[in-house]
């Protein structure tokens, strides 16, 4: 069974640009969550979707966005990048309950904003 | 609000040595609780988790932690520590009335010397 897969790995943008990250979850898997992981503030918690509808979010400003498919696919938006959104993106499915079922993590994006 | 504390930035022990990873959470019930930990370039596995019962945890890799109410810890512990547990580790709690919302802490580094 493929794991969590999230593209590009890597991504280099410029202050004022937009981006959008891409996450597969695991076959089956009906929960994704979005984090983000920079030096000394650890991860923190962006939002979570569950058969295409936000049910959890964090307290990120409305530049930060998201939405999942059908098919459970997430992809996560940057709108009006600044520096300080450098970072590691990480992205996490599970089964439903993001607690009651085990949470796998992808390998993440970085993101390198100039 | 609720948190998670990690008081250790970086913790450095010899290989076979013991360990012990703080962690400290508020939140106004018994919460779900986990560890996860990050290896160099990859994303976070989850070393085990807990919610009621046996306060003593058993995890994969060897680890353990235990629940503490009376002072609101979950340290991790591991009894001898191998070369290959350098890595990054995160204390995550998930609120019972929230389970798919989950709180990382700032997380600890841990370096082993041979």
């Known amino acids: 069974k493929a794991g969590v897969t999230q593209t590009p790995r890597y991504l280099i943008k410029t202050r004022g640009q937009q981006v959008t990250l891409s996450c597969s979850p695991i076959?089956?898997?009906?929960?994704v969550s979005w984090y983000q992981q920079t030096p000394g503030q650890g991860l923190q918690f962006l939002f979570e979707y569950f058969s295409e509808t936000q049910r959890n979010k964090g307290n990120f400003p409305g530049r930060f966005s998201g939405r999942q498919f059908s098919n459970s696919r997430s992809e996560m938006n940057v709108s009006t990048l600044e520096l300080g959104d450098s970072a590691l993106y990480l992205c996490?499915?599970?089964?439903?309950?993001?607690?009651?079922?085990?949470?796998?993590f992808g390998a993440g994006t970085r993101l390198s904003v100039l | 609000a609720q948190s998670v504390t990690q008081p250790d930035i970086h913790i450095t022990v010899s290989e076979g040595a013991s360990l012990e990873l703080r962690c400290n959470y508020s939140?106004?019930?018994?919460?779900?609780l986990f560890w996860y930990v990050q290896s160099p370039g990859q994303g976070l596995q989850l070393l085990l988790k807990?919610?009621?019962?046996?306060?003593l945890v058993q995890g994969i890799k060897g680890f353990e932690a235990e629940f503490k109410r009376s002072q609101s810890s979950f340290n991790l512990r591991k009894p001898s520590v191998h070369w290959s547990d350098a890595a990054e580790y995160f204390c995550?709690?998930?609120?019972?009335?929230?389970?798919?919302?989950?709180?990382f802490g700032t997380g600890t580094r841990l370096q082993v010397f041979p």
């Open positions: 807990y919610f009621s019962g046996d306060t």
């Open positions: 995550a709690v998930a609120s019972y009335l929230n389970t798919d919302k989950l709180i």
């Open positions: 939140y106004g019930a018994t919460p779900y």
């Open positions: 996490a499915s599970s089964f439903e309950s993001v607690a009651k079922n085990i949470q796998y």
């Open positions: 076959s089956g898997h009906r929960s």
